[in-house]
């Protein structure tokens, strides 16, 4: 389209229509297909692209937003007989939600005040933010000249004990972490780096390949034709049909009555059972109070959710898990690739549950690399995905930089959310109507993919977007701690619109203090009769007993 004509709005549907819904491999059902004319974009919505970012993320988001809503209607008006319902997405919200977790509000206070950080620091048990010990996770040059971003997860010590460095230093500084972890790893080759990082000290990591470097490797030649997600069937006799619950309503949300069992940690997975309990589910995340967490974001990614304490290394927390998924609907597992295996919850025991109860289960799992390939039993995270799908390499290029830099926000970890819960609505929506256990699978390399397939915008929208947020110039050493601090302070300015207030929801919380609200980003979809919401706010880990709550 011609770039006068260029909106965030219409570039969000040709992604929905010319895309997503004409893509085979994502066994979109015709009747979904159908529902789809009554999907439509608030034109109210800024319509020219204004986050800092050479690939499309906000029309990315809208567009997975709607397929989203889209399948939700569909399933909203066979279960409730919703003929008619329209819905209307919005682009500004979908764009906020991508960094929603910075602007929630407990107790009136953002997420960044220093009472809420005291809160939310309990999961931060192996002092992942120091200075040193944060900015392990950060992308630096290597002795043969290449890029290699370093991942300490959530215990960056295994990542400094392989580069002989102490566990702690107290440094005052940021750039004195970042120059004492820069010498360092220029003492290595990338490639030496890529082998030890993540075969001998299992820790995530990955060179900075740019797109093409990318395809051309031998991962991404294997994975170069998977669609954003992989459904597959596993009919059985044993297995009829399974109805949709009967409810009794008042909001009309599609996944109503359907019991989620959340075995996720991070951003990914979260989002996905968390977009889950927004249109209907039930959701009950199993954690460990023993293991570290990322507090700043669970905060706002347990919305909707129970929160029950479950040791998997246990008899009595094995019995536990087997419990809850003997009455679920759907187990989502968004762990290091077979860790739940060798806890003796792999897809193929999870689904012979299903078998023996007679009624068929959904098992969905999120990765980083994907699901097939020699990098596929490798941990990862947002930031490696953008490292070594080309992500950071084209944010180079749109700050004419010599050196990779990483993107400002999760994109891929947030979008990849949506894509998941697409994944279960329609592996669910297959089970009403044919039966059988479903297997669905993510990954955060997917998701890259399928942005960097729509394109890049222009040359004139990446000028307009550099003198817009001229302080978004990076650096490679600039984590995104380091640049979302730099969004957050530019947004009021650059686009005021996305913080109306109609935009957010409030709620109870149930974090630590009593008869306290919080405020969260809402929907990026209104429906005109189905009412999307959380039947809780956000509790803290290990509030609940790990069983049901109608039990």
Not at 112 to 133: A, C, G, K, M, N
Not at 376 to 400: C, E, N, P
Not at 447 to 462: A, K, M, R, Y
Not at 513 to 525: I, K, L, S, T
Request: net charge negative.
């Amino acid at each position: 389209m011609a770039e006068d004509d260029y909106t965030v709005q219409k570039e969000a549907s040709r992604i929905l229509h010319s895309v997503l819904l004409a893509d085979p491999r994502l066994q979109i059902p015709e009747f979904v297909k159908a529902a789809a004319w009554r999907t439509s974009f608030d034109v109210a919505a800024l319509q020219k692209p204004f986050l800092p970012s050479p690939v499309k993320c906000t029309e990315s988001s809208a567009a997975l937003w709607a397929l989203l809503s889209t399948f939700g209607n569909a399933i909203a008006e066979e279960r409730y007989g919703l003929s008619e319902q329209r819905v209307v997405v919005n682009s500004d919200v979908a764009s906020i939600f991508l960094f929603s977790f910075l602007l929630l509000q407990v107790g009136g206070k953002p997420i960044s005040d220093p009472e809420l950080r005291q809160r939310y620091s309990i999961y931060d048990t192996t002092s992942q933010f120091t200075h040193w010990r944060r900015l392990v996770t950060n992308l630096y040059p290597t002795r043969d000249g290449r890029w290699f971003h370093l991942h300490g997860g959530l215990d960056s010590t295994p990542c400094l004990k392989m580069l002989g460095l102490p566990k702690h230093r107290d440094l005052a500084e940021e750039m004195d972490a970042i120059e004492g972890l820069t010498e360092a790893v220029q003492q290595f080759d990338a490639d030496w780096l890529d082998i030890e990082a993540n075969e001998l000290w299992r820790q995530a990591g990955g060179i900075c390949l740019t797109p093409e470097e990318y395809r051309e490797s031998a991962h991404g030649k294997v994975v170069a034709d998977e669609p954003l997600y992989l459904l597959e069937e596993f009919p059985s006799e044993k297995l009829p049909p399974v109805p949709w619950p009967q409810v009794e309503t008042k909001t009309y949300r599609p996944l109503e009555g359907i019991k989620i069992v959340d075995l996720t940690r991070a951003i990914a997975g979260p989002t996905i059972a968390k977009l889950a309990a927004l249109f209907g589910a039930t959701v009950v995340r199993v954690s460990n109070t023993n293991l570290p967490d990322l507090g700043v974001v669970l905060f706002e990614s347990n919305l909707g959710k129970r929160d029950a304490h479950v040791d998997l290394k246990t008899d009595e927390g094995k019995k536990a898990l087997r419990q809850l998924i003997e009455d679920a609907d759907v187990v989502l597992d968004g762990y290091r690739p077979g860790a739940l295996k060798k806890l003796g919850f792999s897809p193929t025991y999870v689904h012979e549950i299903a078998k023996r109860r007679g009624k068929g289960i959904v098992y969905a799992r999120e990765n980083c690399y994907g699901w097939k390939g020699p990098w596929k039993h490798r941990s990862g995270w947002q930031q490696i995905s953008d490292a070594v799908t080309g992500i950071a390499w084209l944010f180079a290029r749109m700050w004419d930089l010599d050196e990779p830099v990483m993107p400002f926000l999760p994109n891929s970890d947030f979008q990849t959310g949506i894509v998941g819960c697409i994944a279960i609505m329609n592996a669910l929506d297959k089970r009403a109507k044919k039966g059988g256990n479903y297997l669905v699978s993510m990954s955060l390399n997917y998701l890259n993919s399928f942005l960097i397939s729509l394109g890049t915008q222009s040359p004139e929208v990446q000028q307009s977007l550099r003198e817009m947020w001229p302080d978004m110039k990076s650096r490679h050493y600039d984590d995104l701690h380091r640049q979302m601090r730099i969004l957050t302070r530019g947004l009021p300015k650059v686009a005021p619109q996305l913080l109306n207030p109609k935009y957010f929801m409030t709620t109870k919380a149930d974090l630590g203090v009593a008869d306290e609200e919080m405020v969260f980003v809402g929907p990026a979809a209104t429906y005109e009769t189905t009412k999307l919401g959380y039947e809780s706010g956000s509790c803290l880990r290990g509030m609940h007993e790990a069983k049901w709550p109608d039990e």
